[in-house]
């Protein structure tokens, strides 16, 4: 695609602006093409540790979603770490943490944590 822009300043604006669209129609794509997880996956997030990095050893399911956010930002790693790391980010941003809580292995729970059901959330 050719940009035609009257200056230099408006054509770096321009681009910079069809760069961020053509990121956004990237990660939309992506998001709808990704598979969808299997019942073993949500387990694994309640019991696998992390392998690598800053929180290595703490359960995906605990990890901070600043931290997720930012993997996310940078590029989750590739294979299943990648898709679980994905589906922890899911899970947090939409709240839903408190569905793992009874899949925990209560040995590798985080201190404090103890997978109660927010307030808001009524069955």
Known sequence: IELQCSSPQLLR??????LLVSLSATNLILHYAQPMFEKEDLK?????????????GRVLIDLPEPY?????????????????LGLTLELKTNGL??????????????PGKRGKLPAHHKF
Request: hydrophobic share 45%.
């Open 44 to 56: 694994k997030l309640a019991t696998m540790p992390m392998p690598f990095g800053k929180y290595q």
């Open 68 to 84: 997720l956010l930012w993997f996310a930002q940078k590029g989750l790693p590739p294979g299943q770490l990648g898709m679980l």
């Open 13 to 18: 604006a321009c681009q910079a602006e069809f």
């Open 97 to 110: 943490e408190y569905l793992i809580a009874p899949l925990r292995d209560k040995s590798l729970e985080a």
